[in-house]
Every structure is written in structure tokens, then in C-alpha cells.
């Protein structure tokens, strides 16, 4: 039988610093802009669970971080660590199975061939220590059939724990969880949930078919499978390179507000590219969904015209296509923003570093009319 084993990286930044500073073990440390350097914009990146204990968490402004723990200890976002460490970890990974599909820097899909839920829980068990011993890491692993019901397992096992889900046992695993325990169940959707009655997964498989179709269409049929412990998934192994990796989050509060938008696109569109940049490929397309309070849907996308690798050129296009989508919208029926999701496609490869032309001339080159700049040097041509 086939398992997935979902890993997830427990506080992912926070353990990559706390590897290099072990004298803050134990204490509230948080990734971010400092707030006691004075006002700034920004969000908290990860948080210790001895920080979650004061209330905070991913996405945060971090002068509510301040406000709920002043005690914390906040550390500057190094990348460059992070992405090296990702790559560690892909590397562990691979030695157990070809099968590897990442869903963001830290979270990752390992499908296994095991005769059953003790042999696959044990393969958790060794991939679990092998990532601990050797990158002093923790992680967390869920295991089952289903890659969704392994990630609602993984959830349920932070920190550092392994849960396995046998496939007899799907369904009564499931049936008592709130339904905010599922992926893309937020904040509204539970709202909407619990005013039809439903605040269980199990509640789900009730006489609700009708309305859950009516309300949330295709995802209400979703719903309904997992409840029942059948997910429908589509095959989760990618022949050849990966075509996109996406980010998103569904907000707390449906929002009209255009800066808290930006800000929540901004880290979005930074955490899709270092995770495509993690993986070795740049992008050549992003891509901006919207899911509107009626939960009705948008996209739009822009081709940049050669890949591209960094965060500069998907925070500025994501943002660009934010404000435009908004702009429509603000001429229609201007409703407020439910989910916000950024996704990075026609990946390529990374065959080096790309180079800036301001630091190609920095570093000396000729730089008289006749001086010839290569690919190498300043990456491919913009196609017009």
C-alpha cells in the first residue's frame, strides 16, 4: 500500500536560529521585524511554541506580537539559512523515497510503499530521526493513505510528534475534529458551518448535502468525501519537474482594507519565491486568486518573459495584480477578502545565480559601448 508521511518542520525558522543560538532554548523568540526599534510594518515569520503559549503566531502584525509578549526574544529573518536548511532537509528525504512533493519551504508530501500502519509509522520514526541527528531540526510527520488525512495528522502531532492514521480508521478519526482542523476550512467557512449546524467533521456526512452543494459547490463536495474518509485527491507524484508552487492564507477577518492586502500578498509572494528558490528553479509566471466574502473566485496572472529568481519581481507583480483586482472590483460589487493566494509557475531550473546589471558594473566589467554582457552574467534576454 502506498502512504503519504507528511513532514512539516516544527517553527521551521525559529528552530534554523535557535540550531545557532541553543542558549535561547527555552525562551519566547520570534522571527521578524523587531518592533522595539520603533513603529514598523510587518509580520511575524515564526514564533517558538514557547511563544504561541502567549497567543502569538505566523502572519501576526508584530506590534500585536509586542503588545501579547514583550518578553520575546526577536531575531532578523536570514534566508539564505532557511533555504540552505530546506535543501538539507530535501536531501534527507530523498533517501527514503523518490517520491518527494514539497508544498512550501517547510512542509512536505514523502510517498512510501508499506505493507501496513505499523511499517509506515516506523518509516516516519526513521525519517523523523534521521532529519533530527543529522540537521538538529525537529519536524513533526502524519501518516495515511490520503495526503490530506496526513496533514490534519500532522497538525494534531506538533510538536515533534508522529501520528498514523490506519485507512479503516478514517473516518472515526476525523468525525470528532472541528471542522477548522481542515485545510482550507477558515475562520468565515466555520461561521457559515456552524450555522447550518455543523461543527464536527462527522457533522458533515449529516443530512447537510443539499445546502453544503448550494453554499460552497465543489468544495462542499469535498467536504462531504473527506468526512466520509474517501478525500478526493488528485494524484499527488509530479512526472518531471514541478510546473508551480503556491502560497496562501485565508485571512481572520474578511478585509476591504488595502494595506493589511498588501501586506498579506507581500509575505505571500516572499514565501512562494524562497520556496521555489529552495527547490533550485526560478519562475517565469505569477499568478494572484482572490476568494471573495461569497466565496465566488478571481485570478489573474502576468508572464514576466524570462525567469526570474528572488522576491523582488513576485512581491511587485503580485502587488500589481492586487490592486488591479481590487480596482475592478471597487467599481462592481466591492466585496471584502476572504483568502489571498500567490502561485509561481513556469519553473525552470536555476543554472546560477543571476546577476543584476548595476552589479555587473559594479564589479568592474568594460563598460564602453562595444562591452558584451552574456546571459551568464545578467540572465536571459526579456522577450518583447
Same mark, same amino acid.
Given at each position: 500500500?502506498?502512504?503519504?508521511?507528511?513532514?512539516?518542520?516544527?517553527?521551521?525558522?525559529?528552530?534554523? +536560529?535557535?540550531?545557532?543560538?541553543?542558549?535561547?532554548?527555552?525562551?519566547?523568540?520570534?522571527?521578524?521585524?523587531?518592533?522595539?526599534?520603533? /513603529?514598523?510594518?510587518?509580520?511575524?515569520?515564526?514564533?517558538?511554541?514557547?511563544?504561541?503559549?502567549?497567543?502569538?503566531?505566523?502572519?501576526?502584525?508584530?506590534?500585536?506580537?509586542?503588545?501579547?509578549?514583550?518578553?520575546?526574544?526577536?531575531?532578523?529573518?536570514?534566508?539564505?539559512?532557511?533555504?540552505?536548511?530546506?535543501?538539507?532537509?530535501?536531501?534527507?528525504?530523498?533517501? %527514503?523515497?523518490?517520491?518527494?512533493?514539497? =508544498?512550501?519551504?517547510?512542509?512536505?508530501?514523502?510517498?512510501? +510503499?508499506?505493507?501496513?500502519?505499523?511499517?509506515?509509522?516506523?518509516?516516519?520514526?526513521?525519517?523523523?530521526?534521521?532529519?533530527?541527528?543529522?540537521?538538529?531540526? /525537529?519536524?513533526?510527520?502524519?501518516?495515511?493513505?490520503?495526503?490530506?488525512?496526513?496533514?490534519?495528522?500532522?497538525?494534531?502531532?506538533?510538536?515533534?510528534?508522529?501520528?498514523?492514521? /490506519?485507512?479503516?480508521?478514517?473516518?472515526?478519526?476525523?468525525?470528532?475534529?472541528?471542522?477548522?482542523?481542515?485545510?482550507?476550512?477558515?475562520? @468565515?467557512? +466555520?461561521?457559515?458551518?456552524?450555522?447550518?449546524?455543523?461543527?464536527?467533521?462527522?457533522?458533515?456526512?449529516?443530512?447537510?448535502?443539499?445546502?453544503?452543494?448550494?453554499? %460552497?459547490?465543489?468544495?462542499?463536495?469535498?467536504?462531504?468525501?473527506?468526512?466520509?474518509?474517501?478525500?478526493?485527491?488528485?494524484?499527488?507524484?509530479?512526472?518531471?519537474?514541478? @510546473?508551480?508552487?503556491?502560497?496562501?492564507?485565508?485571512?481572520?477577518?474578511?478585509?476591504?482594507?488595502?494595506?493589511?492586502? $498588501?501586506?498579506?500578498?507581500?509575505?505571500?509572494?516572499? $514565501?512562494?519565491?524562497?520556496?521555489?528558490?529552495?527547490?533550485?528553479?526560478? =519562475?517565469?509566471?505569477?499568478?494572484?486568486?482572490?476568494?471573495?466574502?461569497?466565496?465566488?473566485?478571481?485570478?489573474?496572472?502576468?508572464?514576466?518573459?524570462?525567469?526570474?529568481?528572488?522576491?523582488?519581481?513576485?512581491?511587485?507583480?503580485?502587488?500589481?495584480?492586487?490592486?488591479?483586482?481590487?480596482?475592478? $472590483?471597487?467599481?462592481?460589487?466591492?466585496?471584502?477578502?476572504?483568502?489571498?493566494?500567490?502561485?509561481?509557475?513556469?519553473?525552470?531550473?536555476?543554472?546560477?545565480?543571476?546577476?543584476?546589471?548595476?552589479?555587473?558594473?559594479?564589479?568592474?566589467? /568594460?563598460?564602453?559601448?562595444?562591452?558584451?554582457?552574456?546571459?551568464?552574467?545578467?540572465?536571459?534576454?526579456?522577450?518583447?
Amino acid at each position: 500500500m502506498r502512504w503519504c508521511l507528511y513532514v512539516d518542520m516544527d517553527a521551521f525558522y525559529v528552530s534554523c +536560529e535557535l540550531r545557532d543560538h541553543p542558549e535561547l532554548r527555552g525562551q519566547p523568540v520570534a522571527v521578524g521585524p523587531d518592533p522595539r526599534k520603533g /513603529p514598523v510594518r510587518g509580520v511575524v515569520l515564526s514564533a517558538s511554541y514557547e511563544a504561541r503559549t502567549f497567543g502569538l503566531r505566523s502572519a501576526m502584525p508584530v506590534g500585536r506580537a509586542h503588545a501579547l509578549c514583550p518578553t520575546a526574544v526577536w531575531l532578523p529573518a536570514n534566508f539564505r539559512k532557511y533555504e540552505a536548511a530546506a535543501q538539507q532537509v530535501r536531501s534527507v528525504l530523498l533517501r %527514503f523515497s523518490s517520491e518527494v512533493v514539497p =508544498y512550501s519551504i517547510d512542509e512536505a508530501a514523502v510517498w512510501v +510503499e508499506a505493507a501496513g500502519a505499523e511499517e509506515a509509522g516506523a518509516l516516519a520514526g526513521r525519517v523523523q530521526s534521521s532529519i533530527a541527528d543529522e540537521l538538529q531540526l /525537529p519536524s513533526s510527520i502524519g501518516v495515511s493513505p490520503f495526503r490530506t488525512v496526513a496533514k490534519i495528522a500532522t497538525d494534531l502531532a506538533k510538536p515533534r510528534g508522529i501520528r498514523v492514521v /490506519p485507512p479503516e480508521d478514517t473516518q472515526d478519526f476525523l468525525a470528532p475534529l472541528p471542522v477548522r482542523a481542515v485545510p482550507g476550512v477558515g475562520p @468565515k467557512t +466555520e461561521a457559515i458551518l456552524e450555522g447550518l449546524g455543523i461543527r464536527t467533521v462527522g457533522e458533515l456526512r449529516g443530512p447537510h448535502a443539499t445546502l453544503l452543494q448550494r453554499r %460552497f459547490g465543489s468544495f462542499g463536495e469535498e467536504l462531504m468525501a473527506l468526512a466520509s474518509g474517501t478525500p478526493r485527491e488528485a494524484s499527488e507524484l509530479e512526472v518531471g519537474p514541478p @510546473k508551480s508552487r503556491s502560497s496562501d492564507r485565508t485571512l481572520n477577518e474578511d478585509s476591504r482594507d488595502v494595506e493589511l492586502l $498588501e501586506e498579506a500578498v507581500r509575505t505571500l509572494a516572499e $514565501e512562494a519565491a524562497r520556496g521555489v528558490q529552495a527547490e533550485g528553479f526560478r =519562475y517565469e509566471t505569477v499568478t494572484l486568486r482572490i476568494r471573495w466574502e461569497d466565496f465566488q473566485q478571481v485570478q489573474r496572472g502576468h508572464t514576466l518573459g524570462a525567469a526570474r529568481e528572488g522576491t523582488e519581481p513576485s512581491v511587485r507583480e503580485a502587488i500589481r495584480l492586487l490592486r488591479e483586482l481590487l480596482q475592478d $472590483e471597487r467599481a462592481g460589487r466591492n466585496r471584502r477578502v476572504r483568502l489571498l493566494s500567490v502561485r509561481l509557475g513556469g519553473l525552470r531550473p536555476r543554472l546560477g545565480t543571476q546577476r543584476r546589471l548595476d552589479r555587473y558594473l559594479r564589479a568592474g566589467r /568594460p563598460r564602453g559601448p562595444h562591452a558584451a554582457l552574456t546571459t551568464a552574467d545578467t540572465g536571459p534576454s526579456p522577450k518583447r
